[in-house]
């Protein structure tokens, strides 16, 4: 775990960084060198996407998925803490669904050799951001989740 | 189908699921139970978080999260402090005027929310004002950055409605003003039994100059995004990245306070800050696509609006259309299902297309900020670390400040028509 | 499900997804299209059409991929859009390879048609028949533009497809494929010169608030595709197989003949506000001659073979 840690935190920064460079290096190249970079927005978005599924997974491990717990607040300590896997369940089913239809869509991108208008890349390098990035969701919300319950809940 | 969507979504959601998964999990339990394909799934996903115009959220809370870092922030609060500080409540005044001064630069209400409250809501903090209403004011505050121009909202809106974009930027900046006033009024109302409000002594012209000097830096930086933007020199995008190479150029080269070790820690956090709001629009991306496919927005718009055929009550259904609208979608999918239902119903009753396009971006800046689905709160809840039921709660006196201000709208056109007109803008 | 006699089963209603809004010649195409299946299957069959690439989330090449996996029932899209599912597409878009409405009119109704539909086939989809989005014409706030010369330095917002990056800067100009959605505002504050579009694009996103100068050069043509997904048409009798095709293809006369009439009206209007420019036969060759390298360089990639079947000689 602590190795895929890493590896997160080096893809999500590095990646960021990356978006940040290519922006404003268009920015730089359009004025001085006159000439616009134009697949930036094509390799942007690739990025981007990527970066925002894989943070979304990291994101459970620091409890920023904001739900409402108006009502499970009420309930006693020890209910609670069974409550909580009921998020890490739901992120399950539908990241799962996700996944496997996800996969299906990256498959048929790869049977119809589908690729980027700009710089040909193959479509299923950026779609398959969405099952690997479902895949992590799940090991991420229930990790959380186990955690969480080790700890008594919250 | 509608009662079995919003049925699952409510109680997921009252089960303390995370929105973003109750939003997709309604939605794909519904297509199983009433037999729709699913295989739309990953590519609505895919499709709406891959959009160029969401660049500036995960770039705008970097640039907050860095110009925090580099002191920059702590440095405009103390100049906005020797300026207003001896005045109560002064630096909500001064958080609203920022608001306005910043939506003039960011098209996006979360954007406006991020680059805003890493700054503000620990200044307010420190001032003695409520956590809570601090980040509520911020994010009702950050729904005027998609009324002010330049607004991606009215980007769209024009597109789909062919009307002016020209027009409806001008359009919208007595309103955003308007919004920025109530907002200013509620946060007095607020404040006013509030016994912890620092006032500071008034300042002298020195300490004044000085904190000018101090600060100067972070001063020039909406200088420099705006200059660029209105001197052609960078898209609204591309302004948001240019806030980040700024930042961290000041940080690194000024003020020397972010170190380069610092930096990996800062792209992290920003990349988790914006992906919570990403992954919420992703899902209510599939959320919405279920109301269009399954005509389940076309039905209620058509029964509500069956209620009455007076022009002025239609406005107001359609103000409660929206407002619900904003409860549950995000700003942009509201756009891409409501225009295209509502506007023949506008043309038909002989409403300028303009008038709608302002009133219905009110409506949605103010759905940015009401729970269970607002990205500003979720902003809002990711920096200042209160819980979204904390936030709700502060927030309801901005949003009746808001609806009045909505409600003018809807009944004085001229509010919106009168500085297009008069500046000749067709 | 249904076949002929069938007509207590329940009427099966197909979405259709155009790209753009209700106010185009697309929109009442497809609405046309229904109509006439609905006459002719006797209420079998209606169609929804949903406007502004709705079903997939505004993103065009996904409401393709929408049909190729059966999500979306039909769809209306040009073969610009049709690039992003394979670059042999572009062959319709080539520089003045189609230049006017006659040669349009040959080159799409010759065997190129079926080397399009085939190539759609290819991609899972089953091709009904062709409309048209128009010619793509230049404004910009710089100069009117006349000879390759004045195209020099331009900054140009040019759509996110290769072959369009390529060929301005073949031509001296500085392509940028800018998001469509900052265009305006780039236009009114001078981050870029110009842009490209057809008419209808410049009209409806009211470019003329913020352009000085239009050239009338024909260079890109652009033509529209309805198709519809393989599980509908694989459940279709044969009788309403013919029908299916027969209404799409009135319907996308009709689309175009609605397309060419709209495209004079938006000229008219445009004129008052933009010093329009109409390129002369000799200036276009000139063009023409200066853009061989595109050529060159795109036979490859979408084959001799189909840019012949529209008319490039080599
Ligand atoms: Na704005
Ligand atoms: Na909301």
């Known amino acids: 775990m602590k190795f895929l840690n890493k590896i997160e935190e080096y893809f999500l920064g590095v990646s960021l960084a990356i978006m940040v460079i290519i922006n404003f290096g268009n920015v730089l190249s359009r004025y001085f060198l006159r000439a616009s970079w134009s697949f930036t927005e094509e390799v942007v978005i690739i990025i981007f996407v990527w970066n925002s599924i894989l943070a979304a997974a990291v994101a459970y491990k620091h409890g920023a998925h904001l739900g409402l717990s108006v009502l499970t607040d009420l309930l006693p300590e020890k209910m609670q803490r069974y409550v909580g896997i009921l998020g890490a369940l739901a992120t399950t089913v539908l990241m799962a669904i996700l996944y496997k239809y996800g996969m299906e869509m990256v498959r048929t991108q790869m049977r119809f050799s589908q690729a980027t208008p700009v710089l040909g890349i193959p479509s299923w390098i950026p779609s398959s951001a969405i099952p690997i990035g479902a895949l992590f969701i799940i090991i991420r919300a229930i990790q959380s989740s186990y955690i969480a319950f080790k700890e008594g809940g919250k | 189908m509608a009662l079995v969507l919003f049925g699952i979504f409510t109680g997921l959601l009252l089960l303390n699921i995370p929105i973003a998964i109750s939003l997709g999990l309604s939605t794909i339990l519904s297509l199983i139970i009433f037999d729709f394909p699913l295989s739309m799934f990953p590519q609505i996903m895919y499709a709406s978080i891959g959009k160029f115009t969401l660049l500036a959220i995960p770039f705008f809370i970097l640039a907050g999260i860095i110009m925090e870092y580099a002191g920059i922030s702590k440095r405009l609060i103390k100049f906005a402090n020797v300026l207003v500080g001896h005045f109560r409540g002064g630096l909500a005044i001064v958080t609203v005027i920022v608001a306005c001064f910043f939506a003039a630069i960011s098209g996006s209400g979360p954007a406006t929310v991020a680059a805003l409250g890493a700054i503000l809501i620990p200044a307010m903090v420190n001032a003695g004002y409520d956590k809570g209403m601090s980040s509520a004011l911020i994010a009702s505050a950050g729904g005027i950055g998609i009324v002010i121009p330049p607004s991606i909202a009215f980007v769209v809106y024009g597109v789909l409605a062919e009307v002016s974009i020209g027009r409806l930027f001008v359009a919208g900046i007595i309103p955003g003003l308007l919004m920025g006033i109530a907002l200013i009024l509620a946060s007095y109302y607020v404040m006013r039994n509030n016994e912890n409000l620092i006032t500071y002594p008034k ?26 933007i209105y001197g ?14 700024y930042g961290l150029f000041v940080g690194l080269f000024i003020y020397k306070e972010i170190k380069i070790k610092d930096l990996g820690e800062l792209l992290v956090k920003a990349s988790i800050s914006s992906a919570t709001v990403l992954f919420i629009i992703a899902n209510a991306s599939v959320f919405a696509w279920l109301l269009t496919t399954g ?10 609006m069956g209620l009455t055929s007076s022009t002025i009550g239609i406005l107001l259904i359609m103000n409660v259309i929206f407002i619900i609208a904003g409860c549950f979608i995000d700003a942009i999918s509201a756009y891409y299902i409501l225009v295209p239902i509502l506007l023949p119903v506008i043309r038909t009753l002989g409403i300028d297309p303009v008038v709608f396009g302002v009133f219905m971006t009110v409506n949605l800046a103010i759905g940015l900020a009401t729970p269970p689905v607002g990205i500003n709160l979720y902003v809002a809840c990711n920096i200042s670390k209160l819980s979204l039921q904390e936030i709700s709660k502060k927030v309801l006196p901005f949003i009746v400040a808001s609806i009045i201000v909505l409600l003018m709208i809807t009944f004085i056109p001229q509010l919106s028509l009168w500085l297009p007109n008069f500046l000749g803008i067709r | 499900s249904g076949g002929e006699g069938n007509e207590s089963a329940r009427p099966q209603t197909l979405r259709m997804s155009i790209t753009v809004s209700e106010n185009s010649s697309w929109y009442e195409g497809a609405t046309l299209f229904g109509e006439l299946l609905e006459e002719r299957t006797n209420g079998r069959y209606l169609v929804d059409v949903y406007p502004n690439e709705q079903l997939s989330g505004g993103d065009t090449v996904r409401g393709i991929e929408m049909v190729q996996s059966g999500v979306t029932d039909l769809d209306i899209h040009s073969t610009i859009i049709w690039t992003g599912i394979d670059p042999k597409f572009t062959v319709v878009n080539m520089p003045w390879l189609i230049p006017s409405y006659d040669e349009a009119d040959a080159a799409l109704s010759g065997p190129g048609k079926e080397m399009l ?5 290819d991609k899972g989809v089953v091709p009904l028949a062709l409309g048209e989005s128009g010619f793509r014409q230049v404004t910009n706030n710089v100069r009117p533009i006349t000879t390759p010369a004045d195209m020099n330095n331009l900054k140009l917002r040019v759509p996110g497809i290769r072959m369009y990056v390529d060929l301005f800067s073949e031509l001296g100009a500085d392509p940028t494929a800018m998001n469509f959605s900052e265009v305006f505002t780039s236009l009114q504050m001078g981050t870029i010169d110009g842009q490209e579009n057809p008419l209808d694009v410049i009209t409806s996103a009211r470019l003329e608030e913020v352009q000085k100068y239009m050239t009338m050069w024909n260079y890109s043509y652009d033509t529209l595709m309805m198709t519809v997904s393989e599980n509908v048409w694989n459940s279709l009798s044969d009788e309403d197989k013919v029908i299916f095709q027969e209404a799409a293809t009135e319907a996308m006369d009709f689309q175009k003949q609605r397309a060419r009439e709209i495209n004079a009206e938006n000229l008219e209007y445009l004129n008052e506000y933009m010093e329009i420019y109409e390129m002369t036969a000799e200036e276009i060759a000139v063009f023409r001659e200066a853009v061989q390298p595109i050529y060159d360089a795109f036979e490859s990639i979408i084959g001799l073979e189909l840019l012949e079947a529209f008319g490039y000689e080599k």
């Open chain 2, 232 to 245: 052609g020199f960078v898209t609204p995008t591309e302004a948001a990245g240019v806030a980040v190479v």
């Open chain 3, 117 to 121: 539909f085939d190539l759609a086939r």
């Open chain 2, 295 to 304: 005509r389940i927005a076309t039905d209620m718009a058509n029964a509500l």
């Open chain 2, 203 to 228: 300042a002298t012209t020195k300490e004044i100059f000085m904190a000018f000097k101090d600060a100067f830096w972070g001063i020039l930086s909406p200088v420099i995004i705006l200059g660029g």
